[in-house]
């Protein structure tokens, strides 16, 4: 069973980094594409970056891309998110996502999610 456990998160000020990361207990998602959702209170849900099974195509929303980096080191099933320049719209929840089918990560339809990561920026 996939079990995602996603850490990393904590408060910074704006043009901070942070690292976050997202490791499967269970290893089993390494044939998982995986993704990178956000959550603040009051707004939708998001896909930040997405990052197929073999790590060889990534995908970011347009508000991320250039600060933020997605990357994965299969044998050991873990999933990170590089972050940086962070501004105060990116405080969110971060949750981490598999799919075993990379197309099917921007609506989420089924899958596995891991509990999520509050990440706070400050102005």
């Known amino acids: 069973q996939v079990q995602l456990v996603e850490s990393g998160g904590g408060l910074v000020q704006a043009g901070g980094s942070l690292r976050l990361s997202c490791a499967d207990s269970?290893?089993?998602?390494?044939?998982?594409?995986m993704g990178w959702f956000r959550q603040a209170p009051g707004k939708e849900r998001e896909l930040v970056a997405a990052?197929?099974?073999?790590?060889?195509?990534?995908s970011y929303a347009d508000s991320v891309k250039g600060r933020f980096t997605i990357s994965r080191d299969i044998e050991k099933n873990v999933v990170f998110l590089q972050m940086n320049s962070l501004k105060p719209e990116d405080t969110a929840v971060y949750s981490c996502?598999?799919?075993?089918?990379?197309?099917?990560?921007?609506?989420?339809?089924?899958?596995?999610w891991g509990q999520g990561t509050q990440v706070t920026v400050s102005s």
């Open positions: 990052i197929s099974w073999t790590g060889e195509r990534t």
């Open positions: 269970g290893r089993t998602s390494s044939t998982f594409a």
């Open positions: 996502y598999a799919n075993p089918v990379y197309s099917s990560l921007t609506h989420a339809i089924g899958g596995y």
